[in-house]
């Protein structure tokens, strides 16, 4: 049997790519095939060159706009075979036409228990609010901001008068055991949207 073949899409540090590399690359299940950036000099292409995985730049300026970009992305996605599309601190809106070309092949993480927080900053929009829990939802990706079907979420306190670095240390350390762990389900072809319902994810046991 064959690996399941994963791209990564990362802006950052790159902390749950490396997760990623960790806990499922080489090791026969899964192979991570591509990191990809818009950033040049994001640390995530460092990571994945270490672990020997071919990455790719995409900087929005030599693109006549997002869809043009979204393109030559999805091309490159296409010419590494991947089986899925893994976004990881990928901070660019995809456009329409690519999540309609890997429709349920696209998958994010969101540092909240969505649909609460949705967009930027869930962490500060959830101490704002003075929520007692928050938590960490891998998705897959629709064309709304974080609406996609819901494939794991995991539940994280928020002790009153948290400060904002310990939450934050607190969610990533949830996010970088839960993303793995979806990714897993997900390649063992144990993740299926309800065609009865698409915006229902089944987990076979």
Aim: overall charge negative; hydrophobic content about 45%.
């Amino acid at each position: 049997m064959s690996a399941f073949r994963i791209v990564v899409l990362a802006s950052g540090s790159g902390t749950n790519l490396q997760a990623i590399l960790d806990e499922l690359h080489g090791r026969g299940l899964v192979e991570v095939v591509g990191v990809g950036s818009d950033k040049p000099a994001a640390g995530a292409l460092e990571r994945g060159g270490r672990a020997g995985v071919e990455t790719a730049v995409f900087p929005a300026g030599d693109y006549a706009d997002r869809a043009a970009r979204d393109e030559a992305v999805g091309d490159w996605i296409e010419s590494r075979q991947a089986d899925l599309v893994v976004l990881a601190g990928y901070m660019q809106l995809l456009s329409p036409g690519f999540v309609a070309r890997f429709r349920n092949r696209v998958v994010n993480i969101h540092p909240a228990l969505l649909p609460s927080f949705p967009g930027l900053d869930a962490i500060g929009q959830a101490i704002a609010a003075e929520v007692e829990t928050t938590g960490v939802t891998v998705h897959f990706v629709d064309e709304g901001i974080d609406t996609g079907p819901v494939i794991a979420r995991r539940e994280v306190p928020v002790p009153a008068g948290v400060a904002r670095e310990e939450l934050e240390a607190a969610v990533h350390a949830v996010e970088h055991e839960l993303y793995p762990e979806a990714i897993r389900m997900i390649a063992e072809g144990r993740v299926r949207i309800d065609p009865s319902d698409p915006r229902t994810v089944a987990i076979d046991d």
